[in-house]
């Protein structure tokens, strides 16, 4: 399994971004996709993940700002992040969670990205 995140940058507080992550799979069925981001200084925290049936839930931090997304057929995960502040500065991972098992059932295995940092400007 392979993770491609994308889309870090620097922005000024107030404005948007948009981090996007291509999986590879070989053909392994993705349980959950999700995003995390680590702050210097601090551990790594989850920001926003969604299901394989389309739930989503986010860290109460970002609610309202941040947005997940997903696309089935291109095999990526998105996070659209507006009114972006100071306080969201960190280096942002693309994470998934993938069953073991061809069928899609059972343990899973978790797989990382390389890491985005996104730093936002006061």
């Known amino acids: 399994v392979q993770l491609q995140a994308s889309g870090g940058g620097l922005v000024q507080a107030g404005g948007s971004l948009r981090l996007t992550c291509g999986v590879s799979t070989n053909r392994l069925v993705i349980k959950l996709m999700a995003w995390y981001r680590q702050a210097p200084g601090k551990q790594r925290e989850s920001v926003a993940a969604t299901t394989h049936d389309g739930i989503t839930n986010y860290a109460d931090s970002v609610k309202g700002r941040f947005t997940i997304s997903r696309d089935y057929a291109k095999n990526t995960v998105a996070l659209r992040m507006n009114s972006l502040k100071p306080d969201d500065t960190a280096v942002y991972y693309c994470?998934?969670?993938?069953?073991?098992?061809?069928?899609?059932?059972?343990?899973?295995?978790?797989?990382w990205g390389q890491g985005t940092l996104v730093t936002v400007s006061s």
């Open positions: 994470n998934v969670q993938v069953f073991a098992d061809l069928r899609g059932w059972g343990p899973t295995n978790d797989y």
